[in-house]
C-alpha cells in the first residue's frame, strides 16, 4: 500500500453516479439556482454563460441548458447537425468562428457588429426553418 488512494475510475461507478443524480438535478437544480438572489435573472440575460465542472456525466448541464438555451424541436435537430457536421468543417477551416450552421440571432448581430456592419434588420422569409437577415452597412 503506498497511501496514495484509490482513482475513481477503479470503482467503475461514473455511469451510477451519474443516474443516481440525474433525477435530483431534474427536480431540484431550478430551486438551487434560486436560492442564490439575482442569479436566475443573470442566467436569463443575452450571452450569459454557464459552465458545469467536475459534475459528472453532464445531467447538471443538460438541466441548465434545459432552463436557460431551450429550443424547439427542429432547432434542437439543427443543433444536432451543426454540432456534428458543420462545426467540424468550420473548426478545420483557418479563421473560422467554428460556429457552424446554427445561431441564434444575437450571434450574428455579434458578428455583424465586429465586421462593421450598422445594424441586422430581420427579413421575414415566410419559413418555419429558416431566418433571414439584412446586414447594413
Not at 66 to 73: K, S
Not at 98 to 123: I, N, Q
Amino acid at each position: 500500500m503506498t497511501g496514495g488512494g484509490v482513482p475513481y475510475a477503479d470503482f467503475a461507478l461514473h455511469e451510477a453516479h451519474g443516474e443516481q443524480n440525474r433525477p435530483v438535478f431534474a427536480q431540484e437544480l431550478a430551486t438551487w439556482l434560486d436560492a442564490v438572489p439575482g442569479l436566475t435573472t443573470r442566467l436569463q440575460r443575452p450571452g450569459a454563460h454557464l459552465a458545469d465542472v467536475g459534475c459528472g456525466v453532464g445531467w447538471g448541464a443538460i438541466r441548465l441548458a434545459d432552463l436557460f438555451a431551450p429550443g424547439d424541436l427542429l432547432e434542437r435537430l439543427f443543433h444536432a447537425f451543426s454540432v456534428l457536421h458543420c462545426l467540424a468543417v468550420g473548426m478545420a477551416e483557418p479563421g473560422s468562428e467554428a460556429t457552424g450552421t446554427v445561431m441564434r440571432p444575437s450571434t450574428l448581430r455579434s458578428y455583424a457588429a465586429r465586421a462593421g456592419f450598422s445594424r441586422v434588420e430581420d427579413v421575414e422569409l415566410g419559413s418555419d426553418v429558416f431566418r433571414g437577415y439584412r446586414l447594413v452597412d
